[in-house]
């Protein structure tokens, strides 16, 4: 008789057993609250067709202008990547290559290795890289910011709208239905996919349990976390961009920005913005913090509540590119000549270096460890207690 399938806890390093799911429910690990497994009549053929609609979206969402901008008798339009150039050609490369890849590179890898891994295993067959394709694809999703950018081009609307004659373009759209297709396919992950290959009945490998977490990850964390708070003095300090018109140039910081987007009576959009560029940073930053020190000090105090705040963490990373998006859709618009020149600042740099550090020291802290260091061990539970079904 086959040995039951395992499921892995990512975030606590419980062990359950696999229980087929019906219609309506879902997997949880009863020690941490994380999902395992949500029930779904999707197929191999299915989740085919879903990447090929959404990888046509991409590229159309990548070809068309997002906005046009006319000032003065002259118009200019951006496409994302019309944008990246721009900052580019500005002489901020780090800023344009961190965007570039966030907005395009990864989410376009990320396309490709789901169509290389669906269209044979709709054929009914595992491809030779099945391993090595699982495992990039499980990098790569953390770094997608399709619907971060989104949320950018809104809150780039709302800045430019009042300064001379806007027009949404097609891109915009098509941006929002990609974003859309990218929410979806988070769910997505590794293990999910193979599962998928297993319940279609492909030879895939079955999950191994994972090796124990060792306190090795706790230095590496504290340096990338040392690093951001260090650097997200001057992301706050310095201009993320200058704004030069007939009267002067000048310089704007990400508060000094939010501080006008309220005084235009944009509330909302201010909040969103405060939120994301200011908040989020530095609640990710002390948050980690505090979580590394209780885990560093073998402290089992709210260990579930901690597992909870730490996938917080996670899922919030990336929202904070917000305004460096902000910044190179600016940068490519507002561009004529004498009347209008918009260039990005340092603080720009400084702030895409404090998201990806953040993001590296969350990704890099193993919040299983939290849970050994305070006495709990691996179990594996033979039972599908585990198993919820929605009333
Ligand atoms: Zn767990």
Known sequence: MPRPLTLNCPHCGALFQRVPLQSGQWSRCTRCDEVLETYSPFTPQAFLALVI????????????????????GTAQSTTFLGAVKATWQAGFWEVAILTGL??????????????????PMSLGRLPSYFELALRSLGWIRHW??????????????????????????????????????????????????????????????????????????????????????ILY??????????????????????????????????WGIAGVVFTASVFV???????????????????????RRRTRLYRLVEAIGPWSMLDVFVVILLVALGNFGQLLVIEPGAGAVAFGAVVVLTMLAAMNFDSRLAWRRAGHRRSIRWTADNVSTAV
């Open 53 to 72: 609609a959404a990888f046509i979206v991409f590229l159309m969402a990548n070809s068309f202008p997002i906005m046009t901008l006319s000032f003065q």
């Open 102 to 119: 966030f907005g395009f590179g990864f989410p376009l890898l990320k396309l490709c290795v789901l169509l290389l891994l669906f269209v």
């Open 144 to 229: 997608c910011m399709v619907p971060v950018f989104l949320l950018g081009s809104l809150v780039a609307i709302v800045k430019l709208v009042d300064l001379a004659q806007l027009v949404v373009g097609s891109g915009l759209y098509t941006t929002a239905v990609s974003a859309l297709f990218f929410t979806a396919l988070i769910k997505l992950t590794p293990t999910r996919i193979r599962y998928l290959a297993i319940d279609a009945g492909l030879p895939a490998v079955p999950p191994t349990v994972e090796s124990a977490p060792t306190p090795a990850c706790l230095p590496k964390s504290w340096a990338l976390l040392l690093a951001a708070a």
């Open 233 to 266: 003095i001057p992301a706050n300090a310095l201009p993320v961009m200058y704004i030069t018109t007939i009267s002067g140039r000048q310089g704007h910081t990400i508060l000094g920005g939010v501080i006008e987007l309220a005084n235009m009576g944009s």
């Open 281 to 303: 940073p530095i609640f990710k930053i002390l948050l980690l913090a505090i979580l590394l020190w209780l885990t560093q000090n073998r402290s089992a105090i709210r260990l």
